[in-house]
């Protein structure tokens, strides 16, 4: 029998049908519609869900059970979402909504918990008993996997690492608090560093890589630039990368997880970034003469993740 899995985003709704071997075999998409509301966005959730079942060519009979990865906080007991600011759900019964639209039951999670525990069954954290999935793109997402089980906390928010404070009184995030490791350590973050420092060097190689226009600077900006021996460059990367190990040392500290991996698309410098972050994490790891280091690696199944983590929730909760 094959799962069905939907992550649910901002910008974009995919919904995939997962064999057995965690292999997606069909696809469905539709924009959300963020401004059609609720009703709007589970009429195309349930659409997704139908195209990727007739792309796999198969029948709603022969999916055996289906999951959700929703951004905010969402009760994977009676698969609410009390809220999600960038749908503005403000409690949601999204688990009941699709049920009544696809005709099963929908297990749902957060999509940051959803995305890690797809890495923890299928990807970079397979063989793990304690695994900490970290998402550097437009915020920092984490999600945290302790003896298998994802840790959500009594408000179904927990595990929220990007919105632990590394600066007291820094840069303000978008959650309104100061000095929040998402404020620095995010890909949003390192491109307004890079401006910053495009800024103050007019003479950096970055310009030249960015066709001059601020507006095309990305995550890739700097370390490009650093590779080509840029100075102002080299210092915002290793900077960003120390804000990066700043927060896993504290993941580390907080949870000791056997292995740590980092996604999202400034996870592709490989070796450029994990090297320094493990010097780091290790020279700064509360569990002193250990047998073994925390394992630091980057995450593997890219998008993929929020599917198969979304489609094998049953797992879980049956």
């Not at 995939?16 to 059609?36: C, L, P, S």
């Not at 009594?154 to 404070?165: D, I, K, L, T, W």
């Not at 020279?283 to 094998?312: P, S």
Request: proline share 2%; net charge negative.
């Amino acid at each position: 029998m094959y799962k069905l899995g939907i992550d649910l985003g901002g910008t974009n709704i995919v919904a995939g049908v997962v064999d057995e071997n965690y292999k997606i075999v069909g696809i469905g998409k539709r924009k959300t519609n963020v401004a059609g509301g609720a009703e709007a966005i589970a009429d195309d959730m349930a659409a997704a869900a139908f195209d990727a079942i007739k792309d796999a060519n198969l029948t709603i009979d022969d999916i055996e059970d289906m999951g959700i990865g929703a951004p905010g906080t969402v009760d994977s007991e009676t698969g609410d979402i009390p809220f999600s600011n960038n749908l503005y759900f403000y409690d949601v019964p999204l688990g009941k909504m699709m049920e009544e639209r696809v005709g099963k039951k929908f297990y749902l999670e957060n999509d940051a918990n959803a995305a890690a525990y797809g890495e923890y069954i299928a990807g970079a954290g397979k063989g793990s008993n304690h695994f900490v999935a970290i998402t550097l793109g437009t915020g920092v997402g984490s999600g945290i996997i302790i003896d298998g089980k994802i840790l959500s906390g009594s408000n179904h928010a927990g595990g929220e690492m990007g919105h632990s404070v590394i600066v007291m009184n820094g840069e303000k995030c978008t959650c309104g608090r100061h000095g929040c490791w998402e404020a620095y350590a995010s890909a949003t973050a390192l491109i307004n560093q890079t401006k910053q420092a495009m800024i103050r060097y007019p003479e950096s190689i970055m310009w030249d890589i960015c066709n001059r226009d601020l507006d095309t600077v990305d995550g890739k900006t700097a370390f490009d630039a650093a590779e080509k021996g840029d100075i102002a460059a080299k210092y915002v990367v290793d900077r960003y990368i120390e804000y990066i190990a700043v927060g896993i040392a504290n993941v580390v500290n907080a949870f000791q997880p056997d292995m740590v991996c980092i996604g999202g698309g400034v996870s592709k410098q490989g070796d450029v970034l994990i090297k320094p972050i493990k010097q780091f994490v290790n020279g700064e790891n509360f569990a002193r003469n250990i047998t073994k280091d925390v394992v630091i690696k980057t995450a593997t199944l890219g998008n993929d993740a929020g599917i198969i983590g979304a489609a094998y929730l049953c797992n879980l909760h049956k």
